[in-house]
């Protein structure tokens, strides 16, 4: 298998900038993976706090500790800064695709010269 090939599977299916740390490439795939761990944390913690609002109301009884009930509540329960966690869905996605394609696109490269000695 070659090193693009690598890199891209790497890029996806680990972690954004795991292809680039493959190609020795740390300061691309340390932006990438700094950009992505930020907005998972953001993900993450805007959903955690979702959960913990649901949690308290039916800790005190508002609310019936039922699947029914809960998915509802997670269907509409108003998220706080909606504008944010867009944001961050949009970074972490964006961070895929060009992990993958530089990854590709660099891998090539070497690819290339690896080729040519």
Known sequence: MNKSTKAVLLSV????GAGHFFLKK???GA???CASF?????????????AMQIVEKIQRGEVAPDVATITE???RQPVGNESQLDAA???????????LADSYRR???QDKSDLDR
């Open 107 to 109: 891998g090539r490269a």
């Open 38 to 50: 930020t907005a998972l944390y953001l993900i993450i913690t805007n959903m955690v706090e979702m």
């Open 13 to 16: 299916l680990v972690f954004p």
């Open 26 to 28: 740390r300061v691309a």
């Open 73 to 75: 509540l997670l269907s």
């Open 31 to 33: 932006i990438l993976a």
């Open 89 to 99: 869905w949009a970074v972490l996605i964006i961070c895929w695709v060009i992990a």
